[in-house]
């Protein structure tokens, strides 16, 4: 398993019953969103958790890179039997992804956290 760099702060993904949520605030740079998949792959692995929030209202920027790890979380966690929602998306962003030619396969999307749990709740993803 990957350690984390030295100085770099990581991710924290926290475990609500059966769902991992992810917050992910301010500029999320290459390594920490690698780390920050591998990390979410393993919690899906071992925890036996059946779905993932992540929560991107306090990012400004998604770039291609991110949206790519994004996608590849929520692929990686499908085939480990585990639904992905994305949560918090800015209209911003939204724009970014669209003009990028982003579309984020595997992930559905909701306005905010609490809509997220409750489309993992009720399987609605």
Same mark, same amino acid.
């Given at each position: 398993m990957n350690q984390p760099v030295p100085g770099q702060a990581q991710v924290p993904v926290l475990a609500l019953g059966d769902i991992l949520l992810v917050t992910l605030q301010g500029e999320l740079h290459d390594g920490m969103a690698e780390q920050l998949q591998q990390d979410v792959t393993s919690r899906v692995a071992n925890s036996g958790v059946t779905g993932v929030v992540i929560d991107i209202s306090g #990012? /400004?920027? #998604?770039?291609?890179? !991110? %949206?790519?790890?994004?996608?590849?979380? +929520?692929? @990686?966690?499908?085939? !480990? +039997?585990?639904?992905? #929602?994305?949560? %918090?998306?800015r209209p911003a962003v939204a724009i970014t992804l669209v003009e990028l030619g982003l579309t984020l396969p595997g992930l559905v999307t909701a306005l /905010? #956290? /609490?809509?997220?749990?409750?489309?993992?709740? @009720? %399987?609605?993803?």
């Open positions: #990012v /400004d920027i #998604v770039d291609s890179f !991110l %949206g790519r790890v994004l996608a590849e979380i +929520a692929s @990686t966690a499908r085939l !480990l +039997a585990a639904r992905t #929602v994305l949560a %918090g998306m /905010d #956290v /609490d809509r997220a749990m409750e489309l993992l709740s @009720t %399987g609605g993803t």
